[in-house]
Nanobody, 122 residues
Framework: QVQLVESGGGLVQPGGSLRLSCAASGNMFSINTMSWYRQAPGKERELVAAIGPGGTTNYKDSSVKGRFTISRDNAKNTVYLQMNSLKPEDTAVYYC???????????????WGQGTQVTVST
């Protein structure tokens, strides 16, 4: 079994910053892409950013690119999301996910964290 545990969410004023972390643990042989998603009230879950095992990144669109930075530490099986210049519309529950291979030649499965609340408000 694989567990993803997020941390770093909270309440921040507009223009502020937060750094989210997501640590993977359990039965893991290899981790492929790690991603951050978010879900605002009444909206569907959407991709925010993704990062491959070699560091290649992909961002949702220009609304977050330039403000958010995704990174990972493969030695710690951890992915980060640095969020700067936060706006009220960034308010959402943020989830991480990871494509994990539990043993050699096994298929990759996607695992999700439990989510962490980010609220941007005065």
């Amino acid at each position: 079994q694989v567990q993803l545990v997020e941390s770093g969410g909270g309440l921040v004023q507009p223009g502020g910053s937060l750094r989210l972390s997501c640590a993977a643990s359990g039965n893991m042989f290899s981790i492929n892409t790690m991603s951050w998603y978010r879900q605002a009230p009444g909206k569907e879950r959407e991709l925010v950013a993704a990062i491959g095992p070699g560091g290649t990144t992909n961002y949702k669109d220009s609304s977050v690119k330039g403000r958010f930075t995704i990174s990972r530490d493969n030695a710690k099986n951890t992915v980060y999301l640095q969020m700067n210049s936060l706006k009220p519309e960034d308010t959402a529950v943020y989830y991480c996910n990871a494509e994990v291979q539990s043993y050699v030649r096994a298929p990759y499965y996607i695992y999700w964290g439990q989510g962490t609340q980010v609220t941007v408000s005065t």
